[in-house]
C-alpha cells in the first residue's frame, strides 16, 4: 500500500511539473498584445506632436495679427488704414485688407480689416483668418 502511494505521488509530482511555466502559444499571444500596445502609443505620440505644432502654429498666427490690428489702430484716418503683406522666413506669410464698413448706418465710420496668416508645413499650408473692425476718422 505505501509502493502505491508514492507512486500516485510521484505521477502527481510529474503533472505538476509538466503544468508550471508558459506554452509557447501563450508567450506569443502576450508577445504580440504588448506589441499591438506599444504601436497604438507610438501612434498616438504622433497625433500629439502633430497637435501641439499646429497650436504652436496657430498661436504664432494670432499674435500676429494681434499686433498687426494694433499698427492699424494706432492710425487716426481710414485713409491711413491700407492693406498690405508681410513674409517671416520660410514658412509664414500674412496679409491684411482693409475695406469701408458696409453696415454702418449709426454715423461712426470704421474699417473692416481681414487679416490672413499661412503657414506651411511638411505637406500642406494652414491659414488662420481674423475679421475685425476698427474705428477712423474720415
Not at 503544468?19 to 506589441?35: D, N
Not at 499646429?54 to 492699424?72: D, Y
Request: glycine residues 6%; charged residues 20%; proline residues 1%.
Amino acid at each position: 500500500m505505501r509502493s502505491l502511494s508514492r507512486s500516485r505521488r510521484a505521477r502527481v509530482a510529474r503533472r505538476l511539473r509538466a503544468r508550471r511555466g508558459f506554452t509557447i502559444i501563450e508567450a506569443l499571444v502576450a508577445i504580440v498584445m504588448l506589441t499591438a500596445g506599444a504601436l497604438a502609443l507610438v501612434g498616438s505620440s504622433a497625433v500629439v506632436i502633430r497637435t501641439m505644432n499646429l497650436g504652436q502654429r496657430q498661436a504664432r498666427a494670432a499674435n500676429l495679427a494681434s499686433a498687426r490690428i494694433e499698427r492699424l489702430r494706432a492710425f487716426n484716418t481710414c485713409a491711413e488704414m491700407v492693406s498690405g503683406s508681410a513674409t517671416y522666413g520660410t514658412n509664414m506669410s500674412e496679409s491684411w485688407t482693409t475695406a469701408a464698413n458696409p453696415g454702418q448706418n449709426n454715423g461712426t465710420t470704421s474699417r473692416e480689416v481681414t487679416h490672413t496668416v499661412r503657414f506651411w508645413g511638411r505637406t500642406k499650408v494652414d491659414s488662420v483668418r481674423t475679421i475685425t473692425y476698427l474705428p477712423c476718422t474720415s
